[in-house]
């Protein structure tokens, strides 16, 4: 075996490491794990409604989901990051009650309005982001704190009153739709393709996951360990905003009470997904796949005609489920490999380093 | 080669609180030199090591790069100018592949502009650049797409050694290089900084093992208690294992050079 894995193949083909692939493949299957159970749970909808693979049914899904899954993307880079975003539900109800303010009260446009309301969020997040990463702050304390601080201030400013009346124009945001897709799925499907682009094809990913596994390695290779998880708390403050304003839209009425649970949906979502709570590993698919089985659940049951607190149970269920199979994950992990071999460096065969002029040249 | 140095720094200091890690420290390193550094524990290695990668800042001191004033602006601009270290801790990501680990920081954009305009790193062509670097280097490794978390020790110092003979082009440190390697290992690491040094790359080697510095090194610098207490030039005249410990423990008082 030994012998077999340390002959150099002249093309430079690796050996693959056959004795892990089991385990590798039980890891991708964490998020994929997810996927199967959601289609399980969509053929058995399916089968006792029949109302539901149909094209109006899910664009339900997908209406219901968005606010959730646009606030699920950046806070999926975070908690990968070892970080977290506890604030988010407070900061769309404080997103939201200021836009009712400043269009209401202080009568700015519309258009005005909103970027405010953006704005309040994008500051939140920028809080949050400076008093973490560059103070070192606690994020689970920073962002408790801007839970209970995001909602006392909102109710503070309003006194607690529900402003309405914005327009049919802002209402489009909320109810309108785009090619027959209601407007927040759009705005969630694009705010996810971005984040996948980011993600996936961009050195941000590994970045974020680089910070969250191990932050001394990220500093010690130049991996910018304070920036980049700011940035993604200012993201995150914009989307909760965002998705404050759409909810805003959808009932035309600015309250305090949007985006009351937010938060723990988004965090159930992202660990559904395979996400660890400690950082350092998940993908943003499987977070996908965490928001919509919330979503499937949530829909099919009520197509069902079971209440909506059985569906709370069964988020939770399906949580505890993920959970301990996070656990069986990681033991696995910790199996030693009995036949991997160790590097064969071959002093003899070390030939004079060439050095592309690429590889030389390319800095930063 | 120009006669400018490598690497220059000119008395470091360094507190941390009550602690003096290194009292006024200087160090020259040619191209194509190999330089030992000795000392015990809490001598203030890790400590000169860690400013010189930029991790650390120095309280006071100047640290000359090619010749030219090196202001410390993070471990980003020092692998930038061709610093690199393999830290005793290797500073790999264990859910990272070997690959994404060999490129952390440095990642390459494209293909073609439009990508690059994008910000779109070329997976493909890193996987491809690491598996031709593990060929040049004689290293016989799992897929590079392996998660590094799955590797044995002697595999990720491997990585880790392998990471900064790839990117070092003017000063490579190697913090205790062959720390998990076996005696084979341990000989191909010796015979990288070999290479290294036909290649004209200086080389800061920091070890336990008298007996690979001796056999590799130029010349031998000794920290006791955050001072350099000896700078030996094993080209001038040989020196014994013996003479090292000597003045790593202090029964010889040494003489800074």
Known sequence: MHQALRSRRPGGVRTPQRTHSSLRRLGAAQGGGLWVALVLLSLYFSWSTGSFFTQSNLLVVLEQVSVLGMVAVPGAMLLVSGNLDLSVGSVAGLSAAMFGEFDKILGWPMLVSFLGALAVGALWGTMNGVLVSYLGFSPVIVTLGGFAGAAGLAQTITSDTTRSGFGSLFGQLGNGTLAGVPVPGVIFVVVFGVGAYIWY??????????????????????????????????????????????????????????????????????????????????????????ILFIGVLDDGLILINVGPYVADLAVGAALVVAAALDVLYQRLERVPVPDAPEPALEPGLVPALERTPEEGADGA | ?????????????????????????????????????????????????????????????????????????????????????????????????????????????????????????????????????????GLTMPAVTSKAGS????????????????????????????????????????????????????????????????????????????RKIADLDLRERPVSGMELVGLITGASPGSPG
């Open chain 1, 201 to 290: 094809e961009t050195r941000t990913g590994r970045h974020l996951i680089a910070i969250g596994a191990n932050k001394e390695a990220a500093n010690a290779l130049g991996v910018s360990a304070r920036r980049l998880p700011c940035v993604i708390y200012i993201i995150s403050g914009t989307t909760a905003a965002l998705g404050g304003l759409i909810v805003t839209a959808q009932l035309d009425g600015a309250s305090v009470q949007i985006g009351v649970g937010l938060e723990l949906q988004v965090l159930t979502a992202i660990l559904l997904g395979g996400v660890a709570f400690t950082g350092g590993r998940g993908s943003l698919w499987g977070t996908l796949a965490g």
């Open chain 2, 1 to 137: 080669m120009p006669d400018v140095r490598a690497l220059e720094v000119t008395d470091i200091s360094k507190r941390y609180g009550p602690v003096v890690a290194l009292r006024g420290v200087s160090l020259g390193l040619d191209y194509g030199e190999v330089l030992g550094l000795v000392g015990d524990n809490g001598a203030g290695k890790s400590t000169l090591i860690s400013i010189i990668s930029g991790v650390n800042r120095p309280d006071s001191g100047e640290i000359l790069v090619d010749g030219r004033p090196w202001e410390q602006a993070g471990a980003r601009t020092t692998r930038a100018a061709g610093i690199e270290t393999v830290f005793q801790t290797l500073a790999l990501v264990p859910t990272l592949s070997i690959a994404e680990n060999m490129y952390l920081g440095r990642e390459l954009y494209g293909p073609g502009r439009l990508a690059t305009a994008l910000r779109r790193i070329d997976k493909s062509r890193m996987r491809g650049e690491v598996e031709q670097a593990f060929d040049r280097l």
């Open chain 2, 151 to 226: 590797l044995s020790g002697g595999q990720r110092q491997a990585v880790a050694v392998a990471r900064a003979v790839l990117w070092g082009s003017r000063v490579v440190i190697m913090d205790e290089p062959a720390a998990a390697l076996g005696v084979a290992q341990t000989e191909a690491v010796l015979g990288l900084i070999a290479r290294l040094k036909a290649e004209g790359i200086a080389t800061l080697l920091v070890s336990h093992n008298m007996e690979h510095v001796l056999k590799v090194a130029d010349r031998v610098a000794v920290l006791r208690l955050g």
